[in-house]
C-alpha cells in the first residue's frame, strides 16, 4: 500500500549559506553589484524575498557572502603547507599569487569591491589573510611589514587580472609613424605563446619575481 508523504517541513533546508552565495556571486558576476539584491537572489532561488532572512539580514551580507565565496576559490593550500614547515615562503607565495590572479580573472567585474569591502564578516576572506601574513614572517618580512607585503602583492594581482582579460590589440597604435619606440619594444617582445592577451602572462611573473626578490623572499 502506498503511502502519501506527510506535509510539514521537508527533509532537507531549501536554502543555506552556500546556496546563497553562489546566487548572489552569480548576479554581482553577470548584472554587476547594483542589481545585487534580496529580491534578486530570491528570483534567482525561486523563493520568497522573506525566506532568505532566516540566512542574511540583508545587503550588506551578501555582499560578505560574495566576497567570501570568491575569496574561498583561491588556492591555500601552499600557504598551509608554509606555515606547517613544508615548503619555503616563496614557493609558497608564488603558487597563492597564481591562483589569486587566476580566480580574479575570472571575476574582474568584482575587484574594485574586493579591493575595497571590509574582511569582518567573511571567514574564508580572514583566513587566507591570516595565513599571508604569517608566509610573509616565515619569510622574513617582519610582523611590522608583512602586511604591507601582502597588500603591495594584492594590488599586483588584482591589476594583471585586468591583463588577462584585456585584448591583445590593447597597444597597436594605427599611424604608422607614431610612437616608434612603442613599436621597436613590441616586435623586440618574445614569443608571447599564442595567449589572447600577450601581454599578460609574461610582465606577471616578471613583476612577481621582482616584487618577491624586494622582499628577499
Request: with cysteine; charged share 20%.
Amino acid at each position: 500500500m502506498n503511502r502519501q508523504r506527510s506535509r510539514g517541513r521537508p527533509v532537507r533546508a531549501v536554502l543555506n549559506g552556500p546556496k546563497i552565495a553562489a546566487a548572489a556571486l552569480r548576479i554581482a558576476t553577470e548584472e554587476g553589484y547594483e542589481k545585487l539584491t534580496m529580491a534578486a537572489v530570491a528570483r534567482a532561488l525561486d523563493v520568497a524575498p522573506s525566506a532568505l532572512y532566516n540566512h542574511v539580514a540583508g545587503k550588506e551580507d551578501l555582499l560578505f557572502l560574495v566576497e567570501d565565496a570568491v575569496m574561498a576559490q583561491v588556492d591555500t593550500e601552499a600557504l598551509h603547507a608554509c606555515a606547517a614547515g613544508k615548503i619555503g615562503a616563496r614557493r609558497a607565495v608564488e603558487k597563492w599569487a597564481h591562483s589569486y590572479r587566476e580566480v580574479c580573472a575570472l571575476h574582474t567585474p568584482l575587484i574594485p569591491y574586493l579591493a575595497t569591502m571590509p574582511i569582518s564578516g567573511a571567514p574564508k576572506t580572514v583566513e587566507m589573510y591570516e595565513l599571508a601574513v604569517q608566509v610573509m614572517v616565515v619569510g622574513g618580512v617582519g610582523e611590522a611589514n608583512a602586511l604591507n607585503a601582502v597588500v603591495m602583492l594584492e594590488s599586483f594581482i588584482y591589476g594583471s587580472a585586468y591583463d588577462v582579460a584585456a585584448p591583445a590589440s590593447i597597444f597597436d597604435v594605427p599611424n604608422a609613424t607614431e610612437a616608434p619606440g612603442l613599436r621597436r619594444a613590441i616586435a623586440a617582445r618574445a614569443d608571447s605563446g599564442g595567449l589572447s592577451n600577450p601581454y599578460a602572462d609574461a610582465p606577471f611573473e616578471q613583476g612577481l619575481a621582482s616584487l618577491l626578490n624586494g622582499l628577499v623572499l
